[in-house]
């Protein structure tokens, strides 16, 4: 497929280029280039005379980077609005861990196909995902054409280092264009020193990063420590999760020593600032990590703890909470937040070829109508997408070169009827409502 995006502003997200009239040239799932207006004698191309398959007129928006959700859980989309106002622990263990338990495989394809749809609205061109039962999942975006990274799951209840080595061989292969896969496991507290020690032997062996949710909750931590004498970090770092880096989901509860560690490691960071809020977990220090040089990304946690997928709610309250919380209204300005959203979630989910917009990259981008009163004027479009952007301004969504959402419409090979009516049978069938 060769498409041909014109009449463009264009965001590429590299370090020091600003916003600037251009056009980009789109083939088999790559950028071709990305070039500036009137630039074309120059390279000695003429984009024009090509034998273009589909020609976009931006129109005067803005095309820029997809954004990277990095840490979700897909097919929790049937607990939405299930279980709200509760604690973590007694919501985690007495509501979700019940209700997953009922799921089968034919019910995450559909709750996938769900959450594909919401990501789409919202401008993001790949998740990472941490749930089981991922080979239905990979059916669902496959088909939908979406790109997926896969986080391990495994702990004391549920998953084996049979299925996780298996599913690292499998989704790794240097033919698959839209999915990835990488180790991980639910948490410290749900999960043994033995199944860690042998969860950590697993990712030396094909010297790779380890993901796990950590210091979600003040529980969390002061529980680790009766049980180790160390913060979850310190602890999962001492039993060798780390020695090839990874990711830690949450991270709002940690002292010196942790920053210390995910510095000598490569750690780095999701914050997920709307969950965590209405969990009433806390505030990550967003700031102080991004300030120790620690890459820092967002995710919008699941949608049953969430309850949207929307990374325009997720950016605004990544730079707000820091702004009260550090007592400081120029504290994570906004590029910083876009630079969260795009670049380092892309970096975080190992994504090398999705972070920017530039010749070799994945075509996976998203179309922003500055058209809409809330864009309007146009004294900063970055600051407008972060501080006054919204869903409403996602007028297209690309992912590897192809068009999956466009002026509210999606092309996902499966109509929205479809998905919610098998969405709410299976909600009904598990809850009982």
């Known amino acids: 497929m060769k498409t041909r995006i014109f009449n463009a502003r264009i965001l590429t997200m590299e370090e020091g280029r600003g916003i600037f009239q251009g056009e980009i040239g789109i083939e088999d799932g790559r950028i071709r280039y990305v070039r500036e207006e009137d630039a ?7 984009s024009k005379a090509e034998d273009w398959e589909e020609e ?3 129109k005067g928006n803005l095309i820029m980077p997809g954004f990277k959700n990095a840490h979700t859980h897909s097919p929790m989309t049937f607990l939405r609005s299930y279980a709200d106002d509760m604690k973590l622990q007694e919501w985690l263990f007495e509501k979700v861990f019940p209700a997953e338990a009922k799921l089968t495989g034919d019910d995450v394809y559909w709750l996938t196909k769900l959450a594909v749809m919401e990501y789409l609205t919202s401008g993001t061109t790949a998740v990472f995902d941490m749930y089981k039962l ?12 979406f790109r997926m990274v896969f986080c391990g799951d495994i702990n004391d209840f549920g998953g084996t280092l049979e299925e ?3 599913d690292y061989l499998k989704y790794n292969r240097e033919t698959e264009e839209l999915l990835a896969y990488r180790f991980g496991f639910h948490a410290e507290y749900t999960t043994s020193k033995e199944l860690m020690e042998k969860i950590a032997d697993l990712a030396h062996k094909y010297e790779a990063p380890v993901y796990v949710h950590c210091a979600e909750t003040k529980r969390e931590v002061e529980e680790c420590r009766e049980r180790s004498g160390m913060t979850p970090a310190a602890y999962m770092d001492s039993v060798g999760l780390f020695r090839h880096g990874g990711g830690l989901f949450h991270g709002v509860h940690m002292e010196d020593r942790d920053f210390e560690i995910m510095k000598e490691k490569g750690i780095g960071v999701v914050t997920n600032p709307a969950s965590n809020l209405k969990l009433a977990s806390g505030i990550a ?10 890459t820092t990304a967002i995710g919008t946690d699941g949608p049953a703890s969430n309850n949207c997928l929307d990374m325009f709610r997720e950016m605004f309250l990544a730079t707000g909470l820091q702004k009260v919380l550090c007592d400081d209204p120029e504290a994570v300005p906004a590029m910083d937040v876009l630079r969260m959203a795009t670049v380092n979630g892309a970096r975080v989910m ?22 809409q009163p809330n864009m309007q004027p146009l004294h900063n479009i970055e600051k407008n997408v972060v ?24 092309y996902i090979q499966e109509s929205p009827e479809i998905v919610y009516e098998n969405v709410n049978r299976i909600a009904r069938r598990i809850l009982g409502e």
């Open 40 to 46: 074309g004698q120059e390279t000695g191309e003429s």
């Open 56 to 58: 976009i007129d931006a």
């Open 134 to 145: 991922k080979g239905d999942s990979a059916r669902a975006v496959t088909e939908c054409g």
């Open 164 to 166: 996780m080595e298996a």
């Open 285 to 294: 220090p967003v700031k102080r990590y991004l300030d120790e040089g620690i």
């Open 350 to 371: 190992g994504l090398s070829d999705c972070d920017v917009l530039a010749e070799g990259k994945r075509a996976d981008l998203i179309m922003i109508d500055l058209m």
């Open 387 to 410: 501080y006054s952007g919204s869903k409403q301004n996602v007028k297209m969504t690309m992912v590897n070169g192809k068009v999956l959402y466009r002026d509210g419409n999606f």
